[in-house]
């Protein structure tokens, strides 16, 4: 039964209460800092670019004293979409994508609908490094942050369009919030149903040469039940809610006073040059 330990695997939504810099930043500061970012490993299609930004990733591991291998056990269970997801870019890959550098492409294997060039090995090679950092980075985020930092730090963040705009501030934290805490109680949902379903004598592809096909398959019947729970625990969470006599976010005040500090600041500043640096600079390959 050890393949179908998903918890140990589910690192998004997950709490590691550590003493460490990152963690006692001011959660206003750490949210925009986070969303600089990753706007810097979206739009980085370089390979010295993605290659610092994977070194930072990593220093602020190092910082927040989280395990490297614990922070990239998520990937495990998404590996086998990363590889298809690589092999279909590589194979289907079109001048459309190349734009400006469709000049410097040079061709490695061309049959029929199959294109594959050093653009589209680099397109591939970018485009798995940017969602191994785009995981560290959520998982950095809460790892180091609880839910309940995040709910004020995205509340006091949007709170001015609130006043401006009448956007519900609370609300949206609250939205987010609960879709990040129950990403690994789902995961936990997933592994209770596939167990008991293999304890049944269901096949879920655990054999076999082609297994992420067999699974793909074996997947589709487990997604019934657990769409089911999750309608079932969305109910209850709301008749909880209105149990306690929940309200939206307007009129209400806050136990919690969140205080910012220099180290904020320097942090905030430092995400906006890591930034500039990796988009502005132009770099060679």
């Given at each position: 039964m050890e393949e179908f330990e998903l918890l140990?695997?589910?690192?998004?939504?997950?709490?590691?209460?550590?003493?460490?810099?990152?963690?006692r930043m001011d959660p206003r500061f750490k949210l925009v800092a986070f969303t600089v970012l990753v706007a810097a490993v979206t739009f980085t299609a370089?390979?010295?670019?993605?290659?610092?930004?994977?070194?930072v990733m990593l220093g602020l591991l190092f910082i927040a004293r989280v395990p490297v291998g614990y922070a990239l056990s998520g990937l495990r269970p998404a590996l086998p979409f990363l590889l298809f997801l690589m092999a279909m870019q590589i194979a289907f890959y079109t001048e459309g994508f190349a734009g400006s550098a469709v000049g410097s492409c040079r061709a490695l294997f061309d049959w029929w609908f199959i294109h594959a060039s050093t653009c589209s090995i680099k397109l591939?090679?970018?485009?798995?490094?940017?969602?191994?950092?785009?995981?560290?980075?959520?998982?950095?985020?809460?790892?180091?942050?609880?839910?309940t930092e995040l709910t004020h730090g995205i509340e006091r963040l949007f709170s001015p369009f609130q006043k401006w705009f009448n956007f519900p501030a609370h609300e949206l934290a609250l939205i987010i919030t609960i879709a990040l805490r129950f990403v690994p109680t789902f995961a936990e949902e997933l592994e209770r149903i596939m167990k008991a379903q293999v304890s049944r004598g269901a096949d879920l592809g655990q054999r076999g040469r082609f297994k992420f096909i067999e699974q793909t398959k074996a997947i589709l019947p487990v997604l019934v039940p657990l769409f089911m729970n999750a309608f079932?625990?969305?109910?209850?969470?709301?008749?909880a809610m209105e149990a306690r006599c929940y309200v939206g976010g307007r009129g209400r005040t806050h136990y919690t006073e969140l205080h910012s500090s220099r180290?904020?600041?320097?942090?905030?500043?430092?995400?906006?040059?890591?930034?500039?640096?990796?988009?502005?600079?132009p770099w060679p390959w």
């Amino acid at each position: 039964m050890e393949e179908f330990e998903l918890l140990r695997y589910i690192t998004i939504g997950q709490y590691l209460p550590l003493n460490s810099p990152i963690h006692r930043m001011d959660p206003r500061f750490k949210l925009v800092a986070f969303t600089v970012l990753v706007a810097a490993v979206t739009f980085t299609a370089t390979y010295a670019g993605n290659a610092v930004l994977l070194l930072v990733m990593l220093g602020l591991l190092f910082i927040a004293r989280v395990p490297v291998g614990y922070a990239l056990s998520g990937l495990r269970p998404a590996l086998p979409f990363l590889l298809f997801l690589m092999a279909m870019q590589i194979a289907f890959y079109t001048e459309g994508f190349a734009g400006s550098a469709v000049g410097s492409c040079r061709a490695l294997f061309d049959w029929w609908f199959i294109h594959a060039s050093t653009c589209s090995i680099k397109l591939a090679l970018v485009s798995a490094a940017r969602f191994i950092e785009l995981l560290m980075l959520t998982s950095l985020l809460t790892l180091t942050t609880t839910t309940t930092e995040l709910t004020h730090g995205i509340e006091r963040l949007f709170s001015p369009f609130q006043k401006w705009f009448n956007f519900p501030a609370h609300e949206l934290a609250l939205i987010i919030t609960i879709a990040l805490r129950f990403v690994p109680t789902f995961a936990e949902e997933l592994e209770r149903i596939m167990k008991a379903q293999v304890s049944r004598g269901a096949d879920l592809g655990q054999r076999g040469r082609f297994k992420f096909i067999e699974q793909t398959k074996a997947i589709l019947p487990v997604l019934v039940p657990l769409f089911m729970n999750a309608f079932r625990r969305a109910e209850d969470l709301i008749l909880a809610m209105e149990a306690r006599c929940y309200v939206g976010g307007r009129g209400r005040t806050h136990y919690t006073e969140l205080h910012s500090s220099r180290g904020d600041y320097l942090a905030l500043i430092a995400a906006f040059l890591l930034a500039a640096l990796v988009l502005l600079i132009p770099w060679p390959w």
